[in-house]
Nanobody, 126 residues
Framework: VQLQASGGGLVQAGDSLRLSCADSGRSFSSYFMAWFRQAPGKEREYVAAIHWLGRSTDYADSVKGRFTISRDNTKNTLDLQMNSLKPEDTAVYYC????????????????????WGQGTEVTVSS
C-alpha cells in the first residue's frame, strides 16, 4: 500500500474542498480507510472512516454533517468532501489504511493503522 493524499489548499470559511487519497497498491479493498488530521500544536485527531466495501461510515462529531467520506475500490481512491469549512478545520490531513481489527470498534484507533499518506495541508481563513 502506498498512499498519496492531495487536494489541500487555502480556502475561506464556508467554502468546500475535496481531498483525495490514491493507493498505488493492489489490495486497496482489503483495508478500511480513514482520515485523520493534525492542527499546529495539537495531537493528531480522527476525522472519518469507511468500511472496506464502503457499507459503513463514521465521523467525528466535529465534522458530522459537513464532511463526507467515500471510496472507489475500482480506482483505489479515497475521498473526503469537506463542506462549510471552519477555521478550526485548519490542519494537515492524513489518509490511513488498516487491515486488522473490526471496523465497528477499531476505526478511530490511529495506532492500528498500518499505512499513512504523507498529508495534505488545509487552511481555512476566517
Amino acid at each position: 500500500v502506498q498512499l498519496q493524499a492531495s487536494g489541500g489548499g487555502l480556502v475561506q470559511a464556508g467554502d468546500s474542498l475535496r481531498l483525495s487519497c490514491a493507493d498505488s497498491g493492489r489490495s486497496f479493498s482489503s483495508y478500511f480507510m480513514a482520515w485523520f488530521r493534525q492542527a499546529p500544536g495539537k495531537e493528531r485527531e480522527y476525522v472519518a472512516a469507511i468500511h472496506w466495501l464502503g457499507r459503513s461510515t463514521d465521523y467525528a462529531d466535529s465534522v458530522k454533517g459537513r464532511f463526507t467520506i467515500s471510496r472507489d475500490n475500482t480506482k483505489n481512491t479515497l475521498d473526503l468532501q469537506m463542506n462549510s469549512l471552519k477555521p478550526e478545520d485548519t490542519a494537515v490531513y492524513y489518509c490511513a489504511a488498516r487491515s486488522t481489527g473490526y471496523f465497528s470498534d477499531s476505526r478511530r484507533d490511529s495506532g492500528g493503522y498500518e499505512y499513512w499518506g504523507q498529508g495534505t495541508e488545509v487552511t481555512v481563513s476566517s
